[in-house]
């Protein structure tokens, strides 16, 4: 995984712990993908699959891991 990938990964991810929904996530990832942006798209997918049917709690967890 390339930086600008994990860090977009890492920020959908503090994101979705501080309460920012699939839904919101998925229109960021549309704007990137106009843009054209596929690193950054590719970060917040790979959150999004990660956390789809995760706890918020869980989420958090995989933060302070990470």
């Given amino acids: 995984m ?3 990938i994990y860090k977009f990964y890492r920020i959908a991810l503090l994101d ?3 309460g920012v929904s699939v839904d919101e996530l ?3 990832l549309g ?3 106009a843009e ?3 690193e950054a ?3 917040i997918l790979k959150a999004i699959n990660e956390t789809k049917y995760d706890t918020i ?3 958090i967890k995989r ?3 990470e």
């Fill in 2 to 4: 390339t930086d600008e």
């Fill in 16 to 18: 979705l712990a501080e």
């Fill in 26 to 28: 998925e229109i960021y």
């Fill in 31 to 33: 704007m990137y993908e």
């Fill in 36 to 38: 054209e942006n596929y």
């Fill in 41 to 43: 798209c590719a970060g």
């Fill in 57 to 59: 709690t869980n989420i």
């Fill in 63 to 65: 933060n302070d891991t």
